[in-house]
């Protein structure tokens, strides 16, 4: 609180454009950040989705002839590799930008610039991925790519090149980002914001990064051997020259598995906080939520070798990894117990968002039941492989990780636009999704254990596949009409949704106590916290009954709450406590309080610095992406002139780095 | 509030999915012939076992929570009359370590057969064990008898070896030998056994004892992503009596040999289906058995004519592994063909068949890349299970293989014949009668 008192006179920084392209080009703001990555990462879902549905199409009936062998093979691996790097990351890096800095009371994130850095590079190394198609060439080796089959001497053509590439560049985005996010959580909490006070978000998006930036060392140096490998002539995988394709199993699983921690963790986050919202409860066993998080994650890098049982690795192996596999199962089970128990008591109100949250609850429990199975190396090997790990998997990361999503994107839509989305096309959405989920990969379990291997383009008649197929296929039919209906939602709620306030949800966590969107500077003063629910001891200091949720005798409240101090005792702003929610402004008599258009301060008139906008990290992310796929010209038998386009780049990426590096963060001040 | 009541929906669903499988899995046996739950075997009735375990566990838990949660959702929904706050609770310790402790419990009961079976399944086989070793290829299946040996056209001793049609004793253990020969490959039979990668520069092994399978056929499949054609890689697995087996394997030691053709209608039939009759020479009590010289070099082969079991009846082929993989569009006229005359050409090296293939008993086919079609007329399926084995599969697939299987090595060879890997036509090829004479001499290699 003495922040704003002592806070020394800066000389303001520069008013920078508000909009338009080059602000957007610019920004360095995590806020504006976030929803590059939202709206990116949703294009994406659809190319990814519209893969996933020819996909379908093809196998819907027996010998199908919508594409051909070689496309499918393209389509399904453009499909993983999509969904995992170009989706379901970068959709939870929307939300590790916009709320890591809300929840902990920051500014902006540590590297600023980098940030916007990690999203140019996501951003062209998604293009760059996805340019194969156009050039017939699109990525054939499967999101696992096991070698020798993407060596040079099986795949000569430029598929398997963009792959490794387009892999090489998404990768240094994430690691750009997990060290950022990694020093802002460190460094820039707020007064008071001790770890266990921290949202459970944050924490999740804490370990997420700890994951990142050990897992991802690991796929780099996997695929830097492919890429010697493939452009350089070196043998590390070649088995002509002896190379060991179990090297790059083992390479890329460790990579792997904590990688579906890194896409499920974020998730469990979302959840964690919508549930406690909805449920106007805290979250039940907070410590153990975190400590099961972080377990989770620790197993998560000694399980590796469940994905690779039928390699054959001999008892000992099977016996270790198997276990191990089992005991991720508790921490899991705990996660699920504790939502419910959230729930527990609560006065529950199924907005949109805690259908999808309480759905992951609900559906997850599948994908961890099959996942126990799996565990089972004797029976692992009558599923792996087969269409049973389809099920599981999508039951994991569609009606996971997906569900959580979108349960995410649901709730925090009013904090990124200030716009509610409208709750009768979410509930929409929701329902047809849910069915379309279900109906989609419930069955796969079925074909799966009836025998029906995975990445197969065609299957004959009479195999007792086709009504598990055609089901899955007609699912996929409803999840196309849901998610058409949220994206109609998303795109036309970010206009005229009704205007959300600070606070729509009655939430307890500091990103609620600040406008909407919030301001560039986010907390005009930096808040003293006291407590896991800030906003709940402002609004409605009677709930805490026996267990307070600030240590006793501390003082309760310090939150600024939209721009305003609000005092010892908080008055509600925006919805009153339990409140109905979602209301359409248009809709007459609706209960909800709109917040009257007001001028807040800017950044300069507060005395904040804020960074500078900066083109360069765009320009180094662009060079360095150039610079990675001038490589491709080798394949085309253009070495020298793949060696003057590296050159060249590397270059211009080297002189954007020290313009970067050379330009103070703010003005002087 | 009714319309409100939304959970009530999530618990219907659920509750109608669980019940909508258990009967599915029930009633697999009949409509599932390549179900996981076969017990027709050692290996298969142990990993059942383990089965039931985990599916018992994984029900009771997914009723428990899902049944916890929904009850959660009903109870404690807002209704339009509450008034009532929450009680804030954070926590109870007993109740987490409760959740903690049950979970881990059911693994112990889960982990303790499943490392029981570990060890069991991957001991080593019983000494007397047929050996089977297993070469992937892209993308079909070599399978060689290295218990049961052979002289080849060159002198040397080779083992008895077949592709892509597997023959095991009913009661004897059979331990595999698995490698690859280029990218990795997956050997599964799901009737009869779980899966086992083939990789290059390693080995590996698998055992099972086909004790309880009736003498019947099976599927089996490529099960890792293998490239372009990886759907197209799959096999039949024949489970047959000791006996039948002796015979089978005894004729396998044989060279090739054809009896002259029958005049019978080989001769215009459009598409032959699946419903393709061998020529009588299957039959038991045909024509006397006259077992060939081994290793006679000489050019015309010896006719030559079997008797007892030298193939799995294809009467008896139960429906699901006769393949009804849809043709491309090839013209072909079908012409009659004479097999004395298909012999010269892949003598002459005609087709370059030679540089591919092997068949003992045809001494310029001396070929180690594709499969060894000394005794291809015996088998019931072309193109790794992809096609049946008849004149009119057989001759759409030497005339452009590559229209009938994406991306596969062997060329397009029909003269005037459209490339679809080199995007050209082939100049020169074989006519559609010399197509014609060379399936007859194939067909005629029982």
């Known amino acids: 609180m003495a922040t704003t008192a002592t806070a020394p006179v800066y000389a303001g920084a520069e008013e920078h454009a508000e909009s338009g392209l080059w602000s957007w080009l610019t920004t360095v703001d995590h806020k504006r950040i976030a929803a590059l990555y939202l709206g990116t990462s949703l294009f994406w879902f659809l190319a990814g989705g519209l893969e996933a549905s020819i996909i379908r199409a093809q196998l819907a009936f027996p010998n199908g002839k919508v594409v051909s062998a070689e496309m499918f093979n393209e389509l399904f691996t453009m499909h993983g590799t999509t969904m995992i790097f170009l989706v379901v990351m970068p959709l939870s890096a929307a939300f590790f930008n916009l709320l890591i800095p809300l929840q902990i009371g920051a500014r902006d994130v540590a590297f600023p610039r980098l940030n916007a850095f990690s999203y140019w590079v996501y951003l062209f190394g998604s293009i760059f991925l996805n340019v194969s198609w156009f050039v017939g060439s699109a990525p054939d080796g499967g999101w696992f790519g096991y070698t020798p089959l993407t060596t040079f001497a099986y795949s000569h053509n430029l598929n398997i090149d963009f792959w490794v590439l387009g892999l090489q560049i998404l990768g240094v985005s994430s690691l750009a980002a997990g060290f950022n996010f990694i020093t802002t959580i460190i460094n820039m909490r707020a007064p008071g914001m001790y770890f266990m006070r921290m949202p459970i978000f944050t924490w999740m998006a804490f370990i997420v990064q700890f994951l990142i930036v050990l897992a991802f060392p690991v796929i780099t140096i996997a695929l830097v051997f492919l890429q010697f490998d493939r452009f350089f002539g070196t043998n590390f995988y070649e088995i002509a020259q002896g190379g060991d394709p179990l090297l790059w199993q083992h390479l890329f699983w460790i990579f792997g598995h904590p990688e579906v921690y890194i896409l499920i963790l974020p998730a469990f986050g979302l959840v964690s906080e919508i549930l406690p919202t909805f449920s106007r409860k805290p979250l039940f066993g907070y410590p153990v939520m975190v400590y099961s998080g972080m377990l989770i994650a620790f197993l998560g890098f000694g399980v590796w070798a469940h994905h690779m049982f039928a390699v054959g690795m001999g008892p000992i192996a099977d016996t270790v990894f198997g276990v191990t596999t089992m005991l991720i199962a508790i921490p899991t089970g705990v996660k699920i117990f504790n939502w419910i128990f959230t729930m527990w008591g609560g006065v529950l109100r199924f907005t949109t968002a805690m259908k999808f949250a309480i759905t992951l609850v609900a559906l997850f429990t599948i994908g961890g039941i099959s996942g126990v199975m799996h565990a089972s190396p004797p029976a692992d090997l009558q599923q792996t492989d087969t269409y049973f790990i389809v099920a599981h998997f999508h039951y994991v990361l569609v009606a996971g990780s997906m569900m959580g999503l979108f349960g995410g994107v649901y709730y925090y839509f009013p904090k990124f636009t200030g716009r509610m989305l409208d709750e009768k096309l979410g509930s929409w959405h929701f329902w047809l999704f849910f069915i379309g989920v279900n109906l989609t990969f419930f069955p796969m379990h079925f074909s799966g254990l009836y025998g029906m291997p995975r990445r197969i383009y065609r299957y004959d008649v009479g195999q007792g596949w086709e009504t598990f197929n055609l089901m899955s296929s007609i699912g996929v039919i409803f999840q196309i009409l849901g998610v058409a209906i949220g994206f109609w939602n998303f795109w036309r709620s970010r206009k005229v949704g009704a205007i959300a306030g600070n606070d729509p949800w009655g939430a307890p966590t500091l990103e609620w106590s600040i406008p909407s969107p919030p301001p560039d500077y986010n907390f005009a003063r930096v808040p003293t916290v006291t407590s896991r629910y800030p906003l709940w001891d402002v609004k409605s200091p009677t709930l805490t009954s026996d267990v307070p949720h600030s240590r006793l005798g501390e003082e309760r409240v310090d939150v600024d709450v939209g721009g305003h101090h609000t005092g010892k005792v908080g008055r509600a702003i925006g919805n009153p406590p339990g409140g109905p929610v979602g209301a359409s402004t248009r809709a007459p008599g609706s209960p909800l309080t709109p917040v009257p258009p007001r001028r807040l301060p800017t950044a300069r008139e507060l005395g904040i610095p804020m960074p500078n906008p900066s083109i360069k990290p765009l320009f180094v992310a662009l060079f360095m992406t150039l610079m990675f796929s001038s490589l491709i010209a080798i394949h085309k038998d253009k070495v020298p002139l793949a060696v003057a386009l590296v050159i060249t780049f590397a270059g211009a990426m080297t002189a954007s780095l020290y313009g970067w590096l050379l330009t103070p963060l703010e003005d002087e001040h | ?446």
């Not at chain 2, 009913?170 to 050997?187: A, E, Q, Y």
């Not at chain 2, 044989?254 to 009588?280: D, I, M, R, S, Y």
């Not at chain 2, 193939?311 to 006769?322: N, V």
Request: with cysteine; hydrophobic share 40%.
């Open chain 2, 1 to 446: 509030m009714h319309h409100r009541f939304r959970p009530r929906r999530l618990a219907r669903a659920a509750l109608t999915v669980a019940l909508a499988a258990s009967p599915l899995v029930i009633a697999a046996c009949t409509q599932y012939p390549n179900s996981v739950f076969h017990a027709r075997t050692d290996t298969n009735r142990d990993i059942g076992f383990l089965f039931e375990i985990l599916i018992w566990f994984g029900s009771i838990v997914f009723v428990v929570v899902e049944a916890i949660l929904v009850y959660t959702l009903i109870r404690f929904r807002r209704r339009s009359s509450t008034t009532r706050q929450p009680e804030h609770v954070h926590g109870n310790t007993t109740l987490e370590i409760t959740w903690t402790i049950i979970p881990a419990l059911i693994l112990v009961f889960i982990a303790i057969p499943t490392v029981r079976t570990i060890f069991r399944t991957q001991s080593r086989a019983a000494s007397d064990a047929l050996q089977v070793e297993v070469i992937g290829h892209q993308w079909w299946w070599e399978f060689r008898y290295p218990q049961y040996t052979v002289r080849t056209p060159t002198g040397k001793l080779d083992t008895v070896v077949t592709a892509n049609e597997l023959y095991l004793p009913k009661g004897r253990t059979v331990n595999f030998t698995l490698h690859s020969k280029d990218v990795i490959h997956s050997f599964w039979v799901p009737s009869l056994s779980g899966k086992r990668d083939l990789i290059a520069n390693h080995t590996n092994y698998l055992w099972f004892t086909p004790d309880s399978a009736p003498s019947t056929a099976y599927n089996g499949f490529c099960v890792e992503y293998c490239g372009a054609s990886h759907a197209n890689m799959r096999f039949r697995t024949f489970v047959v009596t000791p006996d039948e087996f002796q015979s089978w394997i005894a004729h396998q030691e044989t060279p090739a040999a054809f009896a002259t053709p029958l005049p019978t209608p080989t001769t215009p039939t459009p598409v032959a289906g699946p419903n393709a009759k061998p020529t009588a020479s299957a039959a038991p009590g045909g024509a006397p058995a006259a077992p060939a010289p081994a290793a006679a070099p000489a050019p015309p082969p010896t006719s030559v004519a079997q008797a007892g079991f030298i193939a799995f009846p294809r009467d008896s082929m139960p429906a699901y592994t006769i393949p009804k993989t849809p043709v491309p569009d090839i013209q072909y006229s079908n012409p009659y063909g004479d097999p004395a005359r298909g012999a010269e050409l892949l003598m002459k090296g005609q087709g370059a068949c030679l540089g591919c293939h092997t068949i003992r008993g045809n001494p310029s086919m001396i070929g180690q890349i594709g499969p060894n079609l000394t005794h291809v007329g015996s088998r019931t399926t072309i193109a790794a299970g992809l096609y049946p084995n008849d004149d009119q599969h057989l001759a759409l697939w030497i005339k452009n293989a590559r229209k009938m299987k994406p991306g596969v090595l062997m060329p397009t060879i029909g003269l005037n014949e459209y490339d679809p890997q080199l995007n050209t036509t082939t100049k020169a090829g074989l006519t559609d009668q010399q197509i014609a004479d060379i399936v007859a001499y194939l067909r005629a290699l029982k």
